[in-house]
C-alpha cells in the first residue's frame, strides 16, 4: 500500500493555508483589527483607521473581505426595493450575506486568510489596491 506522506500544519488542511504567507506571523494587535473589521460598518472604519499606519497582511485582508460582505448587503438592499421578486432575493441573500459574514468572522479568529465562501477570491481581486 503506498502512504501519503504529505503534511499540514497542525492538522489544517492545505486550502485553509493557501492565502498564508511563508513564514507569516500573526500579531495579536493585527488578529484584533481583523475582528473588529467584521463588527458593523463602524467597526470596519475603526479597523481601517488602525490599520492604516502599519498596514499589516492580515488585517488588512479581512478588513477586504469584511468590505466585500458590506457592499453585497448593500446591493442586497437596493435590489430589495423591487416589489415581489427583490424582496425574495434579499431575503434569501440576507442569509447567505450572514453565512459569509460568520465565515469570515471564523477565519478572522482562528487566524487564517481564507477567502468567504463563493465570492470571497472577487473581493480579493476587486480591493487589490486597499
Do not use: C
Not at 12 to 24: K, L, W
Not at 38 to 52: H, K, P, Q, S, W
Not at 92 to 102: A, E, K, T
Amino acid at each position: 500500500m503506498m502512504e501519503d506522506n504529505t503534511k499540514t500544519n497542525q492538522g489544517e488542511s492545505p486550502e485553509s493555508t493557501a492565502h498564508m504567507g511563508a513564514g507569516s506571523e500573526i500579531s495579536s494587535e493585527g488578529k484584533t483589527i481583523a475582528i473588529i473589521s467584521y463588527l458593523t460598518l463602524i467597526g470596519l472604519i475603526i479597523a481601517f483607521v488602525m490599520n492604516n499606519d502599519k498596514k499589516e497582511a492580515f488585517p488588512t485582508y479581512h478588513i477586504k473581505q469584511s468590505l466585500g460582505i458590506g457592499l453585497t448587503g448593500l446591493a442586497l438592499g437596493i435590489v430589495g426595493m423591487v416589489p415581489i421578486l427583490g424582496w425574495i432575493a434579499s431575503i434569501l441573500g440576507s442569509f447567505v450575506l450572514i453565512y459569509l459574514w460568520i465565515m469570515g468572522l471564523v477565519n478572522a479568529v482562528n487566524g487564517r486568510e481564507k477567502p468567504v465562501p463563493w465570492i470571497g477570491d472577487k473581493y480579493e481581486e476587486w480591493f487589490k489596491n486597499i
